[in-house]
């Protein structure tokens, strides 16, 4: 490259831990600057029906509370929120170091279903086969892109990077741009992993909202 830096084709694919200093676990918690209490509960408890597990006040700024949602597998996702800040649902702009979406998992048993529910309550989705994964795209009450991302394959979760890194290998090898499912369907079989397929609607290929 011009300016010198390695491009993301010259680094490794691979499952393997790094040689670093550390590994982390999981993600812990993810914390946003959210608006005001009300709207927020409203979205994450009451659309995506994420439990409310804590409220204090922000350690660093007690003007500001904390709320701590359960996104279901115990990573955590909480909001600096304030009564005098207004939600503003104009799409985000965004810019480096800022969050472009955040995907949370759903039960692909329960897609239909969840899909069904944001329609009773006019709450707009767009929907896109990703080829290895199925999503809906939405926005929260401050405009932030919401995936609601489930999987294709009922694959145990600590095989999962091993079977998209194979997956990223085999897809390289046939010269194409993007892993399709069949590059997933091959890794699973190349791994000896038997993982049952969801079935799922079909949906258009694409960008996102």
Known sequence: MSNGRRSADDYEITPDLPDSALHTTGTDH??????????TIEFYRDVLGMPLVLRQPNLDDPSQTHLFFDSGDGGIVTFFVNEDRDSDPRPQRTGIGAVHHISFSIDPERFV???????AIGH???????????????RDHNGLTIELST?????PDDRRGEVLATAQRLR??????FAEERHVDAALEELGIDADKYELPDAPTGAGI
Not at 113 to 119: N, P, V, Y
Not at 124 to 138: A, K, P, Q, V, W
Request: aromatic letters at 12%; proline letters at 0%; charged letters at 35%.
């Open 124 to 138: 707009g989705y767009n929907e896109f086969d990703r080829g290895i994964f199925h999503s809906l795209y939405t």
């Open 30 to 39: 993810i914390t946003l600057i959210g608006s005001n209490a009300e709207d």
């Open 113 to 119: 279903e969840i899909k069904e529910s944001l329609d």
């Open 151 to 155: 999987d294709k394959w009922a694959i």
């Open 172 to 177: 390289e090898e046939e010269g194409v741009d």
